[in-house]
């Protein structure tokens, strides 16, 4: 079965340092990985997606993360971070063919002025 | 093109009473879901359906009900709220690729419907 295990329930970053959210997941086979981010009071929406090809995805608002395999990652960076990045992040990876995903717990982002 | 809507918002019950969370989407996806978020657990699957009158159990199914009628709607049923259902709850909607390929397509979420059960 597939998991998703999210070190760090808080991170707390200075604006304009680097965010280094992490994700390491677990599948029995190849993986589709997921970021997505939810503002206080909103639902989640997607950052970035993993399916195949190339393992850099960049997502939006300046986001990307990097599947590494021998390491079962999935770790969210920006190099930047802005008071607008305050928000929850969630890691998913999407469990065969009927498109369930399994969440991780959840990051919860502070950016200090 | 409003997306994944949800009602009510906001929501309170009496342990033992029932209600139907309403869920819609208008993008024509084959593939909709409910979560629970609660806090420190991240978001737990329901049920789902992947396609009008399909329907399946999630990670935490009991005490709910689902149908799936019409490709746009996907009610959740609290036959009888308890106090461990206090949560917020989202809907999702994907499209589906065909055939055995594990889909690639994002889900898009609604909302959400904050429920408190007292």
């Known amino acids: 079965a597939q998991s998703v295990t999210q070190l760090g329930s808080h991170v707390s970053v200075s604006e304009g340092a680097l965010v280094l959210l992490r994700c390491n997941y677990s599948?029995?086979?190849?993986?589709?990985l997921f970021w997505y981010v939810q503002y206080p009071n909103q639902g989640l929406q997607l950052l970035l997606k993993?399916?195949?090809?190339?393992?850099l995805v960049k997502g939006i608002n300046g986001f990307e993360a990097e599947f590494k395999k021998s390491e079962t990652s999935f770790h969210l960076t920006k190099p930047s971070a802005h008071m607008s990045d305050a928000a929850e992040y969630f890691c998913a990876v999407s469990e065969g063919a009927t498109n369930k995903l399994i969440f991780g717990t959840g990051t919860l982002l502070a950016v200090q002025p | 093109n409003a997306g994944v809507t949800q009602t009510p918002k906001f929501q309170v019950l009496k342990t033992g009473q029932s209600m139907t969370l309403q869920c819609a989407q208008d993008m024509n996806h084959e593939y909709m879901s409910w979560y629970r978020q609660d806090p420190g657990m991240g978001l737990r699957l329901i049920h789902y359906?992947?396609?009008?009158?399909?329907?399946d159990q999630g990670e935490v199914p009991n005490g709910y009900n689902v149908s799936r009628s019409t490709t746009e709607d996907f009610p959740l049923r609290l036959l009888s709220a308890a106090p461990s259902q206090t949560s917020v709850y989202f809907c999702?909607?994907?499209?589906?690729?065909?055939?055995?390929?594990?889909?690639?397509?994002?889900?898009?979420f609604g909302p959400g419907t904050r429920l408190t059960v007292t």
């Open positions: 993993y399916t195949t090809g190339a393992t």
């Open positions: 599948s029995s086979v190849p993986p589709y």
């Open positions: 999702a909607s994907s499209s589906r690729t065909s055939g055995r390929a594990r889909s690639s397509y994002e889900q898009y």
């Open positions: 359906s992947v396609g009008a009158g399909i329907t």
